[in-house]
């Protein structure tokens, strides 16, 4: 597989051999599909917690006697069909969200997406990405020159450089990350990648 090579005024200069199981694989909806979701539930946390019938307050005297009044029977004021009472099945914060994917499925599906943004000319890759000091500005500038200034970009580096995620921070529609912090949910919700020539090298040895 042969990705362009793009030179600083956003031109291809040069082609770059890549491996075609990372960037030549057929698109897989279902998969990418199940590894979004699953990415994604495997960050929920268990924060939400709600009263059970023994925790709400109340009082164990009975509401009214059990026949005669032409009403239905009530024994407790936390029945869950009352006002303030407790939920029958009560949400807790242990409770658990995740969803298993077999690291074979999770690599296969970060090709897919790969190489479904290779075909779409949605993926750049270039020699270096790097700014001489941490400054939003010339960031944006940099951008601008690949032509990629106008939508949202993601960027992955092969190393972390201090003065490009400085740089990126106070502009919202730009990412950087590193090869090992590149995630599914992120290559899918940006329309543009960025990739320096390094980094398509280190991805070849993690999710080949």
């Known amino acids: ?9 956003g031109q291809p200069s040069a082609t770059l051999e890549a491996s075609d199981a990372l960037f030549g694989r057929e698109y897989n909806e279902a998969l990418i599909h199940q590894v979004v979701v699953a990415y994604m539930a495997n960050a929920r946390s268990g924060n939400r917690a709600q009263k059970g019938r023994d ?22 004021s936390s029945s869950p069909i009352w006002r303030g009472g407790g939920r029958a099945f009560p949400n807790k914060p242990d409770e658990n969200f995740s969803h298993k994917v077999n690291r074979k499925m999770y690599r296969a599906g970060v090709a897919a997406i790969l190489s479904q943004l290779a075909r779409d000319g949605r993926l750049s890759v270039v020699e270096g990405f790097a700014v ?11 951008l601008k020159g690949f032509g990629l200034g106008a939508g949202p970009v993601l960027v992955i580096t092969d190393s972390f450089d201090e003065n490009l995620y400085l740089s990126s921070r106070n502009l919202p529609n730009v990412l950087v990350l590193e090869v090992s912090e590149t995630d599914p949910v992120s290559l899918v919700r940006f329309p543009n990648v960025l990739v320096t020539k390094g980094a398509i090298a280190k991805m070849e040895e993690i999710w080949q």
């Open 132 to 142: 001489e000091a941490p400054k939003t500005k010339l960031l944006a500038q940099k």
């Open 55 to 76: 925790e709400v307050s109340h009082t164990t005297h009975k509401p009214w006697r059990q026949k005669g009044t032409g009403r239905a029977r009530s024994g407790m």
């Open 1 to 9: 597989m042969e990705l362009k090579l793009l030179n600083e005024q």
